[in-house]
């Protein structure tokens, strides 16, 4: 079975800092890897995706993500936080066979002035 | 191109009533998922289903919950004799193919008084 776990279910940085959001996931098959950004009371919107190609993932909104196998993790960055990326964002996986995403418990950004 | 649209966008309903909560896929998609989301957690999925099949409903609880996806018109969620418990947001996400990105819609928020 897989699973996802994401480190810090809230992380703060200055405007203009750098955004690392943490992903680690456990799969017995090559997966394919996402994350999504959820606004208030809004849905969930797709960043970016992992399906096998290039390790290095660019995303929307100048986010980008390195699937490293041998870490078993997908973590998210951005090299200079907007207050406009304050929101929830998760990490999710598919297997090949399955259609289901497993989602991670999401991480809760601040963007501070 | 309209998105995945979902009514109503919230919900109230007292125990033992039942909820329905609909989904329309986007446009040329037929299938449909549908995840809950418990307060603080992330999605966890239930249910998926194309056009007046269930796929995979290894998420759905055992009782009171049901899903279809009649040939025409919307996918519908129902949930008979609701308790406090079944209070979350419930997505839905649609895609073209089984392989494909799956996009979510708003939301329903139930709440159960």
């Known amino acids: 079975a897989q699973s996802v776990t994401q480190l810090g279910s809230h992380v703060s940085v200055s405007e203009g800092a750098l955004v690392l959001l943490r992903c680690n996931y456990s799969?017995?098959?090559?997966?394919?890897l996402f994350w999504y950004v959820q606004y208030p009371n809004q849905g969930l919107q797709l960043l970016l995706k992992?399906?096998?190609?290039?390790?290095l993932v660019k995303g929307i909104n100048g986010f980008e993500a390195e699937f490293k196998k041998s870490e078993t993790s997908f973590h998210l960055t951005k090299p200079s936080a907007h207050m406009s990326d304050a929101a929830e964002y998760f990490c999710?996986?598919?297997?090949?066979?399955?259609?289901?995403?497993?989602f991670g418990s999401g991480t809760r950004l601040q963007v501070q002035p | 191109n309209a998105g995945v649209m979902q009514n109503p966008r919230h919900l109230v309903r007292r125990r033992g009533q039942e909820a329905r909560l609909r989904c329309s896929p986007m446009?040329?998609?037929?299938?449909v998922y549908w995840y809950r989301q418990l307060p603080e957690e992330g999605l966890k999925f239930m249910v998926y289903?194309?056009?007046?099949?269930?796929?995979?409903e290894s998420g759905m609880p055992k009782e009171r919950f049901s899903a279809e996806f009649p040939k025409e018109g919307p996918s519908i969620l129902r949930i008979q004799q609701v308790v406090r418990g079944d209070s979350a947001a419930y997505f839905c996400?649609?895609?073209?193919?089984?392989?494909?990105?799956?996009?979510f819609g708003a939301g329903t928020r139930l709440s159960v008084l």
């Open positions: 996400a649609s895609s073209r193919g089984a392989k494909n990105i799956q996009y």
């Open positions: 799969s017995s098959v090559p997966p394919y």
């Open positions: 992992y399906t096998s190609a290039a390790t």
């Open positions: 999710a996986v598919r297997v090949s066979g399955r259609r289901a995403l497993t």
């Open positions: 446009k040329g998609h037929s299938h």
């Open positions: 289903l194309q056009k007046e099949n269930i796929i995979d």
